[in-house]
Every structure is written in C-alpha cells, then in structure tokens.
C-alpha cells in the first residue's frame, strides 16, 4: 500500500500545480454516499479495514501516510535549493531545541532507525554543522552539538519550511490545529 500511495502521489506531482491541487482534492475519493433518509456507516466502522463498508479513503492511516509523504515530496524538493534534506531538517530542529543530544535521542525523537541517524549526523558533522563529542557522565555515549554554522542553515530550513506551513494551514484556525495535533497525538500514543 505504501508503494501505491508514493506511485499515486508523484502521478500527482508531475501535472501542473493547477491540475495536481484539483486532484489532490478529488482524489482521495469521495465521502461515504448513502441512500436519501439512511444514516451513513459509522466512521470508525468504515475506518476499520474488516468492515464491509471499509474504504481505503477512510482509513485514518491511509490518509496520515499520504499527507506526510505529500508534506515530505514538497519539504524534499524545496530543501534541495539549500542543500539539506528532511531527515537533517529534523535532526538539526531536534538538536536546536535540545543541544546536546546523544544520536539514539534524535533517532528516538525523530522515529527513525538508530543506523538512519547514524549517517544523517556523519553528513551534518562533515558539512560543519554539528560535531560530536563523548558524553562526560558516559563515554559510551556520544553527544551531538549544533554548531554556530548549523544554527545559521537552521534559520533557512525554517523559513523553507515556513512557507509550506503557512501554505499547507492557511484556512484553519489555531483551535482547529491544537485539535488536529491533540488527535494525531493520541493515535501516536495508542500505536
């Protein structure tokens, strides 16, 4: 499933912007039709794929690894004009707000493999933008640091990944987003 979400969404990707938002919107499917005067199935139901009425658009997991590829394909291409990518955006970000950390606690914070991490931080320390250091209460830990240059490509990756922001939640309120994180934090927290 995860290979048809990227295959759909880079058919997507290549048609014109005007084109490909129109899509974007028609092509999660439409909602759940019912006949006049019946209730329509219960969402959690159709959300669960044993269902009968099970549909792919309304899977709640379907819809967040969409929406974060589709987040991620624009983040990629956008970062590329500055030399980063998304795993070191998140690195960098995580670092920022909490300098040091060990590379286990970025992989950790950033859902990825320890290994991924690994090699996110070798690139970041060989471009200047971070360096390493053996943790002094252990030295079987090795602390990561935010370097001054670092914290100055921090500030491109941020306005980059601003404009995608602002884009992305222009027409939701602050109300609408705390609900939209508390909810994906909840799901997050059940898995």
Not at 59 to 73: D, G, N, Q, S, V
């Amino acid at each position: 499933m995860i290979l048809q979400v990227i295959v759909t969404t880079r058919t997507v990707r290549s048609r014109p912007a005007a084109s490909r938002n129109a899509a974007r919107k028609t092509s999660l499917g439409a909602p759940h039709a019912t006949a006049p005067g019946t209730e329509p199935p219960d969402a959690k139901l159709r959300g669960d794929p044993a269902h009968p009425d099970f549909k792919i658009a309304d899977w709640p997991f379907y819809l967040i690894a969409r929406t974060t590829r589709r987040y991620e394909m624009d983040m990629e291409e956008a970062l590329k004009r500055i030399d980063m990518d998304v795993p070191s955006w998140r690195a960098i970000m995580f670092l920022h707000e909490q300098n040091p950390s060990s590379v286990s606690e970025i992989a950790d914070r950033a859902v990825t493999r320890l290994s991924t991490m690994t090699r996110v931080i070798q690139r970041l320390e060989k471009r200047g933008l971070v360096r390493l250091d053996t943790r002094a209460a252990d030295a079987r830990v090795t602390d990561v640091f935010i370097t001054p240059q670092g914290e100055g490509v921090l500030e491109q990756v941020r306005a980059v990944a601003s404009r995608i922001y602002q884009a992305v939640f222009k027409d939701m309120t602050a109300a609408e987003i705390q609900t939209l994180n508390n909810l994906v934090l909840r799901v997050f927290n059940n898995l």
